[in-house]
């Protein structure tokens, strides 16, 4: 897998039937490796070591409904109380991030109400601030610390 821009963290990988696997923390269970869940990897680990971000706060790739669809969200990151403080969206390093990312992700946003989001490929990350009242977002040069 490419290097992205994340400092290094150390993965538990396996191999079988001609695939790679990476351990996920959070699931407890290796997944398959694709350059959309290396990037997720790497957030999750950037979240728990760099942000201190609690693992028993983290969730990965759970289904939300979206206007009667069933989508899947990459990452949340819940408060104390269960709301949500924190909506990630993953794209593999390929993928450009553009406005159509963000009308993704602003959608999951109706349902779940997060006070952040935060747009990765691995590459480029993009973190934004919600103001629901007057139904805006702020960007941010980087996501806050855990409280």
């Given at each position: 897998m490419i290097p992205l821009q994340f400092p290094t963290y150390s993965f538990r990988f396996k191999n079988s039937e001609n695939k790679t696997f990476i351990f996920d923390e959070i699931r407890?269970?290796?997944?398959?490796?694709?350059?959309?869940?290396?990037?997720?990897q790497n957030t999750i680990h950037y979240l728990i070591q760099e942000k201190k971000?609690?693992?028993?706060?983290?969730?990965?790739?759970?289904?939300?409904?979206?206007?009667?669809?069933?989508?899947?969200?990459?990452i949340v990151v819940f408060n104390s109380d269960g709301s949500i403080f924190l909506l990630i969206e993953c794209k593999a390093p390929e993928v450009a991030i553009s406005q159509h990312t963000f009308d993704q992700?602003?959608?999951?946003?109706?349902?779940?109400?997060?006070?952040?989001?935060?747009?990765?490929?691995?590459?480029?990350?993009?973190?934004?601030?919600?103001?629901?009242?007057?139904?805006?977002?702020?960007?941010?040069?980087?996501?806050p610390y855990y409280n």
């Open positions: 407890k269970k290796f997944v398959v490796l694709t350059p959309e869940e290396w990037v997720r971000y609690s693992k028993s706060y983290i969730n990965v790739e759970k289904l939300v409904k979206v206007n009667g669809i069933n989508k899947r969200y990459d992700i602003a959608r999951y946003n109706l349902v779940l109400k997060a006070t952040y989001l935060m747009v990765t490929n691995g590459l480029n990350h993009y973190f934004c601030q919600m103001d629901f009242e007057n139904e805006k977002y702020r960007f941010l040069k980087e996501l």
